[in-house]
DNA sequence: CTTATTTTCGGGTACGTACACGAAATTTTC
DNA sequence: GAAAATTTCGTGTACGTACCCGAAAATAAG
């Protein structure tokens, strides 16, 4: 608890106390060659001492080195438009960033296939950037970039989902086991005693994506905690196009008991396009993400809620913190968890992606 | 939608084609006299051309004018501690803007008092800040501050609690509905069939704090929902002193049917103080922040819940929010809503206030 | 038309740090 | 011992903007 209240102090005063240029300290701040152990060291002392905070707007405008920021994200594809928003937030954050000098490279791969992550992420460790902006979606290729990162001493940052076991800089992001947590709340006032849940997990990834199991884990744990004994049906489908999407559903369908559909990403759309044409809008949907096409929906009364993550803002403050950790030489909140937001047809006019 | 890819240019690159100098493109950019008509529109001309966007950093570093904050929050008290984190959360802000020149004066009231808040707000005006950060625990004498802090044209944050109906430059703090129907939320676990609950505000201020009114909204809203029909007991105590406090209580407590007592705020601390000297530590409290006293209860089982909403973080999020606005001139999340933490005595160790 | 006044403008320095370049001091070499 | 090599250090410029001050141009006053 010492007194941070020191005046401002610069290296010029630094230089001024130790009897040596400005240059000179400007050496030893940056342990470049070129000075003595002496003077080295009493200007290390005269630093300790003043508690020389270096100006970082000085240092910005001065640097030559310029950064460069590296992002590794799914496409915005056909199947769904949802990495468009963090697209959104990354482009947002280019923005501001430039003028500190800052430059993003773009690496986007195809969320349905391994080869072009690996492709793309070892494109991205060939340009050496100083930061990483992560979506970890496929667990083990994921590590295998993370270890390359640590041996690079490359800080990156996760957004979506987390990366189990592994340590980032930091995760900006849902909270997957309290959303799914959450997501039974809300089916909880929707389910009669006797009804059937079925839950959708589409993706074409065979090893499911780890966060849609998260989010189920957290459904499940509400669902036991209340003690609920309705049936839950879990159901993976692995091809993505709308017959198979169809196909699967009216199978399921032929269960009469079922009323409620909860889909764990927002392949809702497609859920609730199927429904249309099945004329069983009936049923109560529930799925995730912002999307247009899911808005439709939502509008048409087919999609009961969706559950939102400001995608945008998770990418935007996942940037940032780059920025605050490599420019600003801030510490950065290891995890930071978005809200969980509840969009119905009656509030989604309002809601801020 | 016009590409935002053009190079960075600067006064030097204006000044050239203009055929003037780099002072009188300053002038022109900062509205300042000097310059005639002819000329003033013609580099206003390529500006617009050229898109031009100040450096911010170099601006900042060249400026002579060093911006004032002013803070306006009640002050930590024997009665509570609780406006010690975000008046942490100023200070912390303060030590990273000291560098871009930006100064925080800090003015601390009586929650309890509201003289001391027309008063430090009178001082506080007179020091003519560029910036405010609020908590406006008396809705009427803030509705005139406002008013103050309009007529010069000064922007406002709010933490803590909202001001309804007013339009300051942003909110951040919790959402006391949904704040007020979390903790019904976690009752309604708690709760048997025939208990009654003991809703407490605790406050002296006569027209109770607006925001304890709201977080009550929030818990009907969910007690209705629910269809429950637990007796719901709202009591005012406007006296804050200990012995107040258990007599009102204990005199309540004569009702054999009360298990559950939520307190709308951090005197739920002094609510555990009686139970204890009571005896009665058999019944469940929940209550609000994460403050040391209360953290002696919770660990003692007396505390059951308690629900924290970072006030640090709403402080330091509030004074960066000046800081966009003013240094970067970026717009600013109109509401900012902090999470709605919910701590127990299992896992208050890993809390981040 | 000359002088005084006002308007318009450019040169130059400052902000605090980074770094190239060359000068001075020291050490090494023969 | 001097010359060469090396280490150590200071001077000066740059980053992009703000703003002082004085010069030049335009206008007004006599």
Not at 21 to 43: N, Y
């Amino acid at each position: 608890m010492k007194k941070e209240s020191e005046e401002l102090v610069g290296v010029k005063e630094i230089a001024r106390r130790a009897n040596v240029s400005i240059a000179t300290v400007d050496r030893v701040l940056h342990d470049r060659p070129g000075v003595s152990l002496k003077t080295k060291e009493k200007i290390q002392q005269i630093i300790k001492e003043l508690n020389y905070q270096p100006n970082i707007v000085a240092r910005t405008l001065a640097s030559r080195k310029k950064l460069k920021f590296a992002i590794l994200i799914p496409a915005s594809s056909e199947e769904t438009s949802y990495w468009k928003a963090p697209l959104d937030g990354v482009l947002q954050a280019e923005q501001e960033l430039r003028q500190y000098g800052i430059s993003v490279e773009k690496y986007l791969f195809d969320q349905n296939n391994r080869k072009t992550f690996l492709k793309q992420s070892a494109a991205l460790l060939h340009q050496k950037p100083d930061g990483i902006l992560l979506a970890p979606m496929f667990v083990e290729e994921s590590n295998l970039f993370m270890q390359q990162c640590r041996e690079h001493s490359i800080p990156v940052v996760f957004i979506n989902s987390d990366l189990p076991g592994q340590s980032g800089l930091a995760y900006v992001g849902p909270d997957l086991y309290q959303s799914g947590y959450l997501s039974a709340h809300l089916i909880s006032y929707l389910v009669r005693p006797a009804d059937s849940i079925l839950m959708l997990h589409i993706t074409r990834e065979l090893e499911m994506d780890h966060h849609l199991l998260r989010k189920e884990d957290g459904f499940r744990a509400y669902w036991q905690e209340q003690g609920y004994t309705h049936e839950l049906i879990t159901m993976h489908i692995g091809q993505t196009d709308p017959e198979t999407i169809r196909k699967h559903i009216s199978r399921q369908l032929k269960n009469p008991s079922i009323r409620v559909l909860f889909v764990t990403n927002s392949r809702v759309a497609a859920v609730a396009k199927v429904l249309e044409e099945l004329d069983r809008t009936d049923l109560l949907l529930i799925g995730y993400d912002f999307l247009e096409d899911s808005i439709v929906y939502l509008k048409k009364n087919v999609i009961d809620f969706l559950i939102c993550q400001k995608p945008q803002e998770q990418a935007y403050l996942g940037m940032m913190a780059l920025y605050d950790k490599l420019v600003l030489n801030q510490p950065v909140k290891s995890v930071h968890f978005m809200p969980i937001d509840i969009i119905t047809r009656e509030n989604y006019l309002f809601y801020n992606n």
